[in-house]
């Protein structure tokens, strides 16, 4: 005999979350007690904002929801992670005050840790280390929930592994510091960091581990703690390019318009799509064409239509990222 009182305040769980190119943040909720209306302050997690939209399991928008309605909102400031709880509160004063303190606790509790990277896990569970400290970003909740229990079940010599952050979209520079502080291994699932962060990274002497597969993920990181791991592949990028126009012909479908930013695009290329730093495509180059010519590579600075591996799936400001794959000797 459940109950609830329709008359409070809203509050809930964060059931997924997901970081959308042109709205922001958008977050999928449980209401357990109260009414969520359009427009009321609200925290989730350590964040706050304001509802700006509100929709129902359909997808229509609607004013207010009930409890135990799940329900689809934006206008909070970052992306929070599952089963975090929420809250709505009368002023926004009050839901910014509640998410600073949440914040810096959480900030106090990140500098408490310590860890390794991956090259070093041999030599330090050697050492008597029992403990590994890992950052995971993932493109959604889903994959995030699904990565941290396979790693986090990984039991070798009485070493386990110990999330100390996990959160939705691109690795950023925070992430780095906080790898740096604590020496966590980042890891990052279907997601990738901005030229900039790669560059921190490097700065700071951190390596960031990319997956598309989890189970990948689970055997890179057994084998680093058993000191079985296998040659390394590195990524080197080759080139990128902006998609700025999309045409579509009959025979083969959405061509994408793009303008080369970097490097050297080559047909039959190793490819990927970065959508605000999201993968949301891995395959290959499958057609090059400058001007009206069908081409086998185009240079920085050149126009192109370009086709890729069973993709239809092309939208003006993403990257094309090619690259390809160099066997490097470990430490």
């Not at 906080?178 to 951190?206: C, E, W």
């Amino acid at each position: 005999e459940y109950k609830a009182n329709p008359s409070r305040y809203a509050i809930g769980t964060v059931i997924e979350s997901r970081l959308d190119k042109h709205v922001g943040p958008v977050v999928t909720l449980l209401i357990q007690n109260g009414t969520l209306r359009l427009g009321d302050p609200i925290v989730i997690g350590n964040y706050y904002g304001k509802v700006r939209t509100l929709k129902d399991d359909r997808g229509n928008n609607i004013v207010e929801a009930k409890p135990s309605t799940p329900v689809e909102v934006t206008g909070i400031s970052e992306v929070p992670s599952a089963g975090d709880k929420f809250m709505a509160f009368e002023s926004e004063k009050q839901a910014k005050e509640i998410a600073h303190e949440r914040e810096l606790r959480s900030k106090e509790a990140d500098t408490n840790f310590s860890g390794m990277t991956l090259e070093d896990l041999f030599g330090r569970i050697k050492e008597g280390e029992k403990e590994i400290n890992i950052i995971i970003k993932a493109d959604v909740n889903g994959s995030l929930e699904a990565v941290k229990n396979a790693l986090t079940k990984i039991d070798v010599e009485g070493v386990h592994v110990n999330v100390i952050r996990g959160g939705v979209g691109a690795i950023t520079e925070s992430d780095v510091v906080l790898a740096s502080a604590s020496h966590a291994i980042i890891i990052g699932f279907n997601v990738r960091a901005s030229i900039a962060t790669q560059d921190t990274a490097k700065q700071y002497g951190i390596e960031l581990k990319y997956y598309d597969i989890i189970y990948k993920a689970v055997e890179d990181m057994e084998k680093a703690m058993k000191g079985m791991l296998d040659p390394e592949f590195e990524e080197k990028v080759t080139g990128s390019a902006e998609i700025r126009q999309i045409f579509k012909f009959s025979k083969v479908g959405l061509i994408a318009g793009c303008h080369v930013l970097s490097g050297t695009i080559k047909n039959n290329s190793k490819a990927r799509i970065l959508r605000d730093d999201i993968i949301v495509y891995n395959g290959a180059v499958n057609t090059l064409q400058h001007e009206k010519d069908q081409v086998k590579e185009v240079k920085k600075d050149m126009d192109c239509g370009m086709t890729l591996e069973n993709c239809q799936d092309y939208k003006e400001g993403d990257i094309v990222e090619v690259y390809e794959l160099v066997e490097v000797k470990r430490k």
